[in-house]
Every structure is written in C-alpha cells, then in structure tokens.
C-alpha cells in the first residue's frame, strides 16, 4: 500500500470509528491493525489523534482543568519585575503587600485576588518560568588589604545575637570596570543580621573620611541602635578614623572583622552585592564624581523598596546528618516586618515605621528608581563625552585637537 493510499484508507476508518459504538470499535482496531501491520495500541493513536484533528479541537492535555489563567499571570508578571525578580517562596509572601496598590491603580476582581493570595511558591515558578532573566558576568573585587589595627580590632569567632537588630555587616563594591587603576566610584553596603535591614551608599575612592561620613549618615536613619559593627580585611575599614568612631563613644560598638579570604564568614552582606547593587548600577567603570550624588538618591529609592516590600529568606536550624547539612528555613519577610516583630526595638521607632510603610506605594517607588536610573545612565554618557581626553597632532603650520577613539590610523 502507498503512502496516498495509506492516508485515505486511514481518514475514511477514522470517520468510521468515530461513529460506532464499542464493538464496532473493536472491530476497526482489528483491522486497521491487520491491513497495516501495526499494534492496536498504535491503530488507536492514530485514529484518535485523525479524528481531533479533523474536528479542529487538538488534544486535551492530561489531568485537571487548569486554575490559574491570563488574569492571574499579567498581575503575578508586574509584581515579580517590579520586586525585582524573586524566587517563588519570596514573591509568594510579597503578594499579600503588593496587591493593594496594584489593586488601587488597576483593579483586580474577587475571584482572582483569592487565586492569587492561595497560590503556591511552586506554582508561581511554573508560571513565571518564561519570563526568567539570565544572570549577567561577574565583577571585579577591589579589597586591598589594611594592615594597620589588625592586633587591635579582633576576628569575629562566634556569631552573635541574631535575634537582636544591631549588629551590622559591612562590605565595599568597586565600579571600575575591566580595571582597578585610578579613581572611581565605591559602594558601601550595610546589612543588619537580625533583620535583613541594608543600606547602601556611594562613596568616591573609599577613603577613611568618606566611609566614616557615609557610615555616620546611615546611622541616624537606623530604625535601631547601632550594637555591633563587622566587616572584611580592607583598608577602608580597618583605619583609626572608623576605629575612633566607633570605640570612642559614651557606648563603645563592637567593631570585628572577618577571617582573610573567607566570604562566607560575611554572607549576609555579600549576598546583598547582587540584590541591592549590581543590579541597579551593573559593571560599568563610574569614574566621574558628580555621580555619587545621583547614586545614593537612587540608593535611597531602591533601600524603602528592598526594606519595606521585599521578602528575604533567614536560616532557622542548621543540622548535620554525616555528611549532608540539612538546612531549614523561616517564611520569607521583609527587614521591615522583622522589626516590627522584634522585642528589642523600640515603640517609638515601630510607629514611625509603621506610617512610613503606609505612605509608601511600591510600584511608584518601582517607577521612581527606574527614572533615577535612566537619570544616572544618561549623566554618565553626558560626562563621559564632555570630559573625552584628547590628543595633539601637529602639522605643518597648524595643530588641531583630535578625540581618542577607534578611528585613528
């Protein structure tokens, strides 16, 4: 039998066995089956999948309906790209925050606010799925290491109290680009252990003054007492100024530093490097300093959202079973409802927490830091063509100025 007359001989059995009953069907298996030297099982398929095809329905898809539509998806999507791209169990305990301001802005029905506030971690995955970014290259890191204080400022061999909001970990990230050569930007990073709280800010060649200014800033904005302070091996740190600073004060903070060469000794605060500072500021070489007061503006946007709107993830029981390390985990939070469920932080400063977080709406800080963004971008490109070095090249009877670039012979 041909290849014609085999598709003929298949489209008229599949009319018939779409119009009998049981035995009838039984009867067309067999002699599909037996003409075309095929298992039934194939026959069945075959016909089946014919007979769909024709009605111009296609197959169904196996097990139940699905519950969730184009409705719950558009108002998940907007959420997850405005919280800037959580992993499900985050986004799960975001939503119930950011849906009174989506819902003032865009309206949202019953039906599927109730889907949304019911929805799974995993199933927020699986629908996001097609809209996941891919990470970007990795940077360069720019600690150098500070000899002096070393005997004085002790390493940090236990933890300390995590459940107390104060005690803070500090890091530096360098904007330099492909090379760590002459002056650029820095960013600081603060993260308070207990509670997630991180603050940033930009300073211009992380000299000892502009860190202790910038640390002294930060620390009038704290919502808690500054108890602990511990950082990495950096010069930028381990200085006299950041050590008069701290020490020398009615009440002394712990001031601790980090093993050489040994991250994890500062995870909570390395981790924010991604979150809070690479990306908004990518790896770009920022070497002009009238961005740094552009760049902690939107350090100031981008630390309401972080602190106030987005969940993290906090290590509840660390086990050891032989060799595996079972980790478990507590529901995600924000820093700021940590705060709010922390004894040892003050009422007053809970209340102005409260109305702070009352006057904030996220997708407007969202629209903000992304327009302080694109403000930042542009004024570098401005700066960056305004301050193009240039070259002399002389000629006979004149000299003229020519620009750096690509197209010189």
């Given at each position: ?227 602990g302070f511990d950082c990495d091996n950096g010069s930028e ?173």
């Open positions: 039998m041909g290849p014609e007359a085999r598709k003929e001989y298949v489209e008229a059995m599949a009319e018939r066995y779409g119009r009998v009953n049981r035995r009838g069907k039984k009867r067309v298996l067999d002699e599909v089956s037996e003409l075309l030297g095929c298992h039934r099982k194939s026959a069945v398929r075959m016909l089946n999948g014919l007979k769909k095809k024709k009605a111009g329905s296609g197959c169904r898809r196996a097990g139940p309906s699905p519950i969730y539509g184009e409705a719950e998806f558009k108002v998940l999507k907007a959420i997850w790209l405005a919280a800037g791209q959580p992993c499900g169990k985050r986004l799960v305990a975001a939503i119930p925050l950011w849906l009174p301001s989506y819902e003032k802005k865009s309206g949202l029905s019953a039906p599927c606010r109730k889907r949304l506030m019911k929805m799974s971690a995993a199933t927020a995955d699986r629908l996001l799925k097609p809209a996941r970014a891919k990470v970007v290259r990795k940077g360069l890191g720019g600690t150098k290491p500070g000899r002096l204080l070393k005997t004085q400022i002790p390493i940090r061999g236990e933890c300390w109290d995590e459940k107390r909001p104060g005690y803070m970990e500090a890091d530096t990230v360098a904007h330099c680009g492909e090379s760590l050569s002459g002056s650029f930007i820095w960013s600081l990073t603060f993260t308070d252990i207990a509670s997630g709280w991180t603050e940033n800010a930009a300073v211009w060649n992380k000299g000892a003054a502009g860190v202790v200014e910038r640390l002294a800033a930060m620390e009038k904005e704290l919502p808690f007492k500054l108890l740190f381990l200085n006299h100024h950041l050590w008069t600073y701290l020490r020398e004060r009615k009440a002394p903070v712990d001031f601790t530093r980090s093993r050489p060469y040994r991250k994890n000794d500062q995870a909570h605060v390395e981790q924010k490097n991604w979150t809070h500072v690479r990306q908004l500021l990518g790896y770009d070489r920022l070497e002009r300093p009238e961005l740094v007061g552009p760049i902690n503006e939107l350090y100031r946007l981008c630390g309401l959202l972080q602190n106030f709107f987005c969940p993290t993830h906090k290590l509840a029981a660390k086990v050891r079973e032989g060799a595996k390390v079972k980790r478990s985990y507590e529901w995600p939070k924000t820093p700021c409802q940590r705060l709010l469920e922390s004894e040892e932080v003050s009422r007053q400063a809970k209340i102005r927490l409260k109305l702070l977080m009352k006057s904030l709406d996220p997708f407007n800080l969202k629209r903000q830091i992304d327009g302080q963004s694109r403000k930042v971008i542009e004024m570098k490109k401005r700066l960056e063509a305004a301050h193009e070095p240039t070259i002399l090249v002389s000629e006979t009877r004149r000299t003229t100025q020519v620009p750096l670039g690509n197209n010189l012979p």
